[in-house]
């Protein structure tokens, strides 16, 4: 919606779990017998081995996606390992190998590898702390709000259609029809122009302020601007805000944690580094 920010982010990266669950093997060189077990046949394909290391990451990846583990899961690796060969080996003898732009593609998914490897290892050696949990809690909840608006609004492009809008709903033309007609936000178009119930941290910035100036119902009397145009707010209803229950949003918690641990890495990098 052209009102909305995100307050998190809406899914947890699978190579998180992933890190939490086998970050410590990533993070280290395994022993000469790990290796070595790893380095055996699970399955052969025309004659060509698929090593046990591959059926490990393709099981820890189930896994960290929430298959459960067990037998079925390693019969499926099993099965996912054979067809993939199959396709691995038809592709070469087709030559697709030696296509460049393949070649590159080869190259780009290595370097990922490497890249979710190097995560795994930053995220193992700083362990996200329930007091670094907490806080995120803390903050987030801060940046959402203690209320919520109940909203309508109309988009345009131009400051002086959205003062004659308001002008003509100040006359007491229909707001939700004129937004029908009118609004650029393909969302809350159909509704009228109805947003519906949000928080502070569902919206862009410049709209917080003034609806914390509105009491409900108020039309307000000039059109705001943000970056996506002009709009004409109609404030509704607001309630009290209930905070959400800390358990229920940990991934999100853990995700962002990781997210800041992680870009502090790169930002240390990214300074000692040469670029040009």
Do not use: C
């Not at 203690?146 to 400051?159: G, M, Y």
């Not at 145009?229 to 944690?257: S, V």
């Amino acid at each position: 919606m052209t009102l909305f920010r995100l307050f998190v982010p809406r899914h947890a990266l699978w190579w998180l779990m992933f890190a939490m669950l086998g970050g410590q093997a990533a993070a280290q060189t395994p022993s000469a017998e790990v290796q070595q077990a790893l380095s055996r046949p699970f399955v052969w394909v025309n004659d060509v081995p698929q090593p046990t290391a591959h059926a490990e990451v393709l099981y820890r990846e189930s896994i960290a996606q929430g298959t459960p583990s067990g037998l079925a899961l390693r019969a499926t690796v099993r099965e996912n390992l054979i067809q993939q060969a199959l396709m691995i080996q038809a592709a070469q003898s087709e030559g697709l190998d030696k296509n460049p732009l393949v070649q590159a593609q080869m190259a780009l998914a290595s370097q990922s590898v490497l890249v979710r490897a190097w995560q795994q290892k930053v995220l193992t050696e700083h362990p996200i702390t329930e007091e670094a949990l907490q806080q995120e809690y803390q903050d987030q909840m801060a940046q959402r709000g203690s209320q919520e608006w109940l909203i309508r609004h109309i988009l345009v492009d131009q400051e002086n259609l959205a003062k004659t809008l308001l002008q003509r709903i100040q006359k007491g033309e229909d707001f939700a029809l004129i937004a029908a007609e009118h609004s650029l936000d393909p969302d809350s178009k159909p509704q009228g122009g109805l947003v519906g119930w949000v928080s502070q941290s569902q919206l862009v910035p410049e709209i917080v302020p003034i609806l914390r100036q509105m009491q409900a119902p108020q039309l307000w009397a000039a059109p705001v601007r943000t970056a996506r145009g002009w709009h004409i707010l109609n404030l509704q209803d607001l309630r009290p805000l209930k905070p959400l229950d800390a358990e229920a949003i940990r991934p999100q918690l853990l995700e962002l944690q990781a997210q800041k641990i992680l870009q502090q890495k790169m930002s240390s990098l990214r300074q000692k580094a040469s670029i040009r």
